[in-house]
Nanobody, 115 residues
Framework: QVQLVESGGGLVQPGGSLRLSCAAS????????MSWYRQVPGKERELVAL????????KYADSVKGRFTISRDDAKNTAALQMNSLKLEDTAVYYC????????WGQGTLVTVSS
């Protein structure tokens, strides 16, 4: 079964950190572009960060540059998003996405930044 499973979401205070993980199964992520998106109720899903196969290209949304770091470990078939200096406006459901010859989405993990 082809799937992505996110983990690591939770409640954190402003200025805190979280690390999201994305575990792929049923396929190898080697050639896939791995991305993290987020969505707030009532708004469109937005791209947070992406990393190409072999990590040659990395892009971030302007709103997270300098605070978030995307990474991948093809040997472990995983991707991750390290989120530092979290802000209230980072609160959202975060989704992992893998795209190449198929488009695979995870179920999402909720990140809540609140004091």
């Amino acid at each position: 079964q082809v799937q992505l499973v996110e983990s690591g979401g939770g409640l954190v205070q402003p200025g805190g950190s979280l690390r999201l993980s994305c575990a792929a199964s049923g396929f190898s992520i080697n050639s896939y572009i791995m991305s993290w998106y987020r969505q707030v109720p009532g708004k469109e899903r937005e791209l947070v960060a992406l990393i190409s196969g072999i990590g040659g290209t990395i892009k971030y949304a302007d709103s997270v540059k300098g605070r978030f770091t995307i990474s991948r470990d093809d040997a472990k078939n995983t991707a991750a998003l390290q989120m530092n200096s979290l802000k209230l406006e980072d609160t959202a459901v975060y989704y992992c996405n893998a795209i190449y010859d198929r488009d695979v989405w995870g179920q999402g993990t909720l990140v809540t930044v609140s004091s």
